[in-house]
DNA sequence: ACTTAATATGGGAACGATCCCACAACAAAT
DNA sequence: ATTTGTTGTGGGATCGTTCCCATATTAAGT
């Protein structure tokens, strides 16, 4: 068991108040006095409590993260995984420690536990039902959301301007001469593939009324997926003539480039293939994959700044906020 | 604020004790009472401060993970990610709630924050300092290590069995009918790097004693590296006529297949490459990697069972805990 | 009628810190 | 000589639970 302020007092000869002073640098101690507590705290190893304290201080100094996955990957998926990055660095910095925990569909065991460990904020991660963010509201502690799919004016939003990004891919393509477009969108109830469909075709349509399109839904937004949608519509796709391939994330299109280069269609030779988000993996893919950069590690870090003025009660500007997409040109087009 | 007990109870009109008895289910409540206090504690969201409770009960049911990296990626690194996913999983299985914590080279402070919230059990991942091992020990707490680099016998390890895994690579491209080889390995003060390496020469020189092999040290086992390395004996590379190339990790096996394809020298056609790890970009690359697969789900899980075990001071089999490493052909060679 | 047991409830100590307050000792200022 | 201020220390309430113990009521067994 640990050493607790009671043990060390006794041990030094002096009562606990004064121990505490020494170890909070609060109050007057004597030199001597001062130097006999702080060797056998270091003697011993002791650390302070941090529950006692909370406990008291009535401040836990927690943060909670809650990654909302119906599966692996959770924090080995790609952005998750960058956004987790940044918070957790984020959060170290301003003197937070993050619980971390995962929960499925409409679960709502982690926000009890987070609530029970008393948190003072939650960052809520990936798609969540309406569910939880209902039940979180009740408990009327700071909490926002990232990338996330709610329409929810109420809820602080950290998000890309994914449909200004599917604009940037369209005019990009139109501009390299594509006319004829074979796009892979997400799961159509994802707030932000709409986004990034939409804007892809809206701003064409806006550019050219001639423009051919055919758009397929994935039911997930995975590598699997990319690739089997892909196949499914192979002789259609070939048939066609496609010079342009675009879907809504980076996943989905590496695995549409998979099948594309395991049947030896030249990229971006015969078909220019393009993606949504700059994960690791779009460079470092041969060849490397062209697409819209989300910057996860801003959006995490920002996060995470905002949460702390939500618990500082500091005012807060604005509820959604949106980060600009970039466009990243590389060889896959 | 939340609530307390203390104000459920003035609300229902009865003690905490009988709040406190309805709650945790232990000792006798009248059923109208038990309704009435559930009613209220429904009405007003209350949550049971983990905090109190752990201050009574002396357990947090809290566990700490510190990853250890001087930079970025830390969990959206491809290894770590898969470790942390299954370490979240299992523990949240098993009731316990994770602190997650990065350090940076010799810093002590993620671990003194976790010895100040009482966690109680830790696990370390990645390659960390022998004086971090060292501080960890002082306290008195059951710890694990996964995938670090230590020789110190007292450290209850975590890690893939990589002198038989780079056996199977030798033995494999050996059969294929390879004589020269290329090899990237891993930075030498790399336990696991050296490991495979040595695994990899050993088993050639067993089988066959005229085997070409040159060996190349990348100061760090990423994408980057394992690209400029091949690139800087570039010449050397092509002039000497190599057939197969092992690197003792994926990310260096993939770095130097990009280098390839740009240079378009056919794989495996003219030469083969094969990674270790088998991370989940090695199946999806193009060609996907033909690799050494290491479970890291499953250690990640074991590790948090082991964990357990140690807490509650059950018997533990042994320190080192080494996970047997399987062949996973795919395209690239 | 009287012990015994089961059911039901409340009071209060304990966990380990913080922090306010009380109190001493001593110096400096009136 | 008395007040005031500074320095240094200790006592004890407090935070929100759990859990032991005391007490009360009712039912059952002798």
Redesign the interface.
């Known amino acids: ?2 050493y607790n302020i009671k043990e060390i007092a006794l041990r030094v000869g002096v009562s606990k108040s004064t121990v505490s002073r020494v170890i909070s640098g609060k109050g007057y101690t004597s030199p001597e006095v001062r130097e006999r507590v702080l060797s056998v705290v270091e003697e011993l ?1 002791y ?9 008291v201080s ?1 401040r ?1 100094n927690n943060i909670g993260v809650i990654i909302y996955r119906d599966q ?7 952005i998750y ?2 956004i ?2 940044s918070i ?2 984020a959060a ?1 910095a301003m003197g937070y ?6 929960d499925r569909g409409m679960s709502l065991s ?1 926000t ?2 987070m ?4 948190v003072e904020g939650l960052i809520l991660i990936s798609r969540l039902r309406q569910n939880v963010i209902e039940y979180v509201k ?2 009327n502690i700071p909490y926002l959301m990232v990338n996330g799919s709610t329409d929810d004016p109420e809820v602080m939003h950290f998000v890309s301007m994914d449909e200004e990004g599917g604009s940037h891919a369209a005019s990009y393509l139109y501009q390299l001469g594509h006319r004829n477009f074979f796009v892979i969108a997400g799961p159509q109830e994802h707030r932000s593939h709409n986004l990034r469909l939409r804007g892809f075709q809206e701003s064409m349509e806006r550019m050219d009324e001639n423009i051919e399109m055919s758009v397929y839904y994935s039911p997930e937004s995975s ?1 699997e997926q990319g690739y089997r949608l892909l196949e499914e519509q192979w002789d259609y796709f070939i048939g066609q003539g496609f010079t342009a391939l675009f879907a809504t994330n980076d996943m989905m299109a ?2 549409a ?2 099948l594309l ?2 049947r030896s269609v030249p990229i971006p030779g015969q078909v220019a293939v393009m993606g949504f988000d700059d994960i ?2 779009a460079a ?3 060849p490397s994959l062209t697409t819209i950069k989300v910057d996860n ?1 801003k959006i995490g870090h920002d996060a995470v700044v905002m949460l702390d003025r939500l618990i500082k009660q500091e005012k807060v500007l604005s509820k959604l906020n949106e980060y600009t997409s970039e466009l990243v040109i590389r060889e896959s087009t």
Do not use: C, N, W
């Open positions: 068991m640990a190893k650390k302070p409590s941090a529950v006692a304290r909370a406990m009535q836990t692996q990957p959770i924090v080995s998926h790609p995984g960058k987790v990055d957790l660095v170290q420690s993050v619980y971390l925990a995962t982690s009890d536990f609530m029970e460990k008393r009740k408990f590598f590496l695995g480039m998979k280069q395991q690791e993996y470092m893919y041969s590690s």
